[in-house]
């Protein structure tokens, strides 16, 4: 049933190999995931059985998610030590769990399935999700509409916004909810459009100083958020000689303590100049992920001149100020 156990079989050129193999009938795995409060099956919570302790997915199993009395099942699984993961759906705000509940797989509970029989397991409780509700304006009071918020405090980039368990979006209102389990967050707030300085909780310029903010199962949070103005980099890369880079440059840029919080682009046609997206107050290091479609090769630069990050050269930025920078390739 592993393919650590496997016996061998040599094929060799111009014959034909011939083996066979006894299957038995597989086992059968059945439990509910129910709210932990009221007792009711929560659908949409889709079973996966794992070798051992692993992440190792066992091959061959049927799986059949939760319906509305939150009973699941698993079929044609071997008689080995094995874990089960119960991941909630996308949308339910509820964080996936090992079966009875623990958070870590080295903390799962290993079940012995037998073949041929079904074992009914014992049901597996889940907290509801809680709810950070919010309003996000200008300095004026003005609705910003279109802002990301994303409660694990991470930036879209370019894949483009926010589609987690942990995300929302603002309305027309500049209103958000999201649904989220418990647990200590520290919210990130960015949009594309409007030229708004990304922000984590509290006016926080770094997700390190962001304000934690606590959501509770079944209850709700208010967060709001004033976003003002940012800053941006502009300017052009240039390679060691001075001249054009000659290949694609991706730029991404990062806090002095490391979040990943903006993006610029160099390349033929706007004559290897950038002008990066809005950044919030503070120090920043600018990479270049430089990719050559003719030898099919990758190479990562930092300014100013760096080839390591350790490097490379901060760059001071002032709310709604403009930096023009050479960015030199080594």
Not at 62 to 83: F, H, I, K, N
Not at 160 to 183: H, L, V, W
Request: aromatic residues 8%.
């Amino acid at each position: 049933t592993s393919h650590l156990q496997a016996k061998p079989v040599d094929v060799v050129g111009g014959r034909t190999l011939t083996t066979s193999a006894t299957l038995d009938i597989g086992a059968v795995v059945t439990g509910r995931v129910v709210d932990a409060t009221t007792g009711a099956g929560i659908s949409d919570v889709c079973p996966g059985a794992h070798i051992g302790r692993t992440w190792s997915w066992v091959p061959g199993q049927l799986v059949m998610c939760t319906g509305e009395d939150g009973t699941y099942r698993l079929s044609g699984l071997p008689a080995d030590p094995t874990s089960l993961h119960l991941s909630p759906h996308w949308e339910s705000g509820l964080a996936p769990t090992w079966y009875l509940g623990a958070t870590e797989l080295a903390d799962a509970t290993l079940l012995r399935p037998k073949t041929g029989r079904v074992t009914t397991l014992a049901d597996t409780r889940l907290a509801q999700a809680g709810y950070v509700t919010g309003v996000v304006t200008d300095g004026l009071g003005n609705a910003v509409p279109g802002v990301h918020v994303n409660l694990d405090g991470s930036y879209g980039g370019r894949a483009g916004g926010c589609e987690g368990t942990t995300c929302g979006f603002t309305d027309e209102q500049g209103r958000y909810t999201i649904k989220a389990p418990s647990g200590t967050y520290r919210p990130l707030f960015w949009s594309y459009n409007g030229g708004w300085a990304p922000e984590w909780s509290g006016d926080a310029s770094t997700r390190a100083t962001a304000t934690p903010v606590t959501v509770t199962s079944g209850e709700e949070t208010a967060l709001d958020a004033e976003l003002t103005q940012g800053g941006q980099l502009t300017g052009s890369v240039v390679s060691v000689s001075g001249g054009s880079p000659g290949i694609y440059v991706l730029g991404t840029i990062y806090t002095e303590s490391g979040d990943y919080i903006g993006d610029y682009d160099a390349y033929a046609d706007n004559q290897w100049t950038f002008r990066s997206t809005s950044l919030p107050a503070g120090s920043f290091r600018l990479a270049a992920h430089l990719y050559d479609e003719a030898t099919g090769t990758s190479t990562e630069a930092w300014f100013d001149g760096s080839s390591t990050e350790a490097g490379a050269t901060l760059v001071p930025l002032s709310l709604g100020e403009v930096v023009d920078l050479t960015f030199h390739l080594p």
